[in-house]
């Protein structure tokens, strides 16, 4: 073959199957499913299921189109911050029945504006992290979680939208108020009930305990202080008095008797 044959084929085109397969390697990458876990995808909609199956943390690569994800039935003890914050698309997402006992304050950002439900019932949450849940607009299922229930559980209860499903299965593990463990909360909270009472009345009695205590301070110094004075004035009188008296002089001009 001529040197002109050798240079027509070393200038033609490379076969399109490698980039191909690189293409589709590179795009299996990006909806990559974590280990341990089925991503079916239906009409377009991804679903990441990852239940029972020992996790004992969030996985680092669930796919960033996810838009359903059950993480439940895990032994996940914590939610850290940013933990969901690349899955925008995010519709559902299921951590009950795992061993939650803390959330990270931005543990559910990038979630605020599309999460529909968020579930974490079964779990071992003893107080609600309002700034984790509080911005969002998902129903959130709290039920069967040993809530310690105390005024900050009340305020945290107002700004968050519940699930009418699950609401009544929210109950007292503990609470400031020992009439009321084991008992639903939010019966308590629609007959009137207030945790906050409680908290304002043992702030109100550790104030009077304080200004009392300084009452009676003041009170000691000022009759400490009267007594001494008295003290320092009983002593210059009798000083006073154990000095000679000094006889008095006649005025030689008055006349004689």
């Avoid at 990559?32 to 969030?58: F, K, M, T, W, Y």
């Avoid at 990038?110 to 949450?125: E, F, K, P, Q, T």
């Avoid at 709290?142 to 109950?171: F, G, M, R, T, Y």
């Amino acid at each position: 073959m001529g040197p002109a044959g050798k240079q027509s084929l070393s200038s033609a085109p490379a076969p399109m199957g490698g980039s191909c397969l690189l293409l589709l390697f590179c795009l299996r990458l990006g909806t990559s499913c974590p280990q341990s876990c089925q991503c079916p995808d239906r009409d377009g909609a991804v679903a990441v299921h990852c239940s029972a199956s020992g996790l004992q943390e969030i996985p680092k690569d669930i796919p960033a189109n996810a838009v359903f994800l059950k993480l439940d039935a895990n032994k996940i003890a914590r939610v850290p911050n940013g933990a969901f914050q690349h899955l925008s698309q995010l519709r559902e997402l299921d951590l009950s029945q795992n061993a939650i006992e803390t959330i990270g304050p931005a543990a559910f950002s990038g979630l605020a504006g599309g999460l529909r439900l968020l579930d974490l019932s079964h779990n071992r949450i003893r107080r609600i992290p309002k700034d984790a849940l509080g911005k969002l607009s998902a129903k959130i299922r709290l039920s069967h979680n040993p809530l310690h229930c105390e005024c900050d559980l009340q305020e945290a209860l107002w700004e968050l939208k519940l699930d009418p499903d699950s609401v009544d299965e929210i109950a007292c593990h503990t609470s400031v108020q020992e009439e009321y463990v084991g008992k639903p909360l939010i019966q308590a909270l629609d007959a009137g009930v207030s945790f906050c009472s409680t908290h304002h009345k043992t702030t109100d009695v550790a104030m009077l305990v304080t200004m009392f205590g300084w009452f009676a301070m003041v009170i000691t110094y000022v009759v400490y202080y009267v007594r001494q004075n008295q003290e320092d004035a009983r002593r210059h009188l009798e000083y006073l008095k154990s000095l000679p008296s000094t006889p008095v002089s006649k005025d030689p001009l008055s006349p004689a008797s």
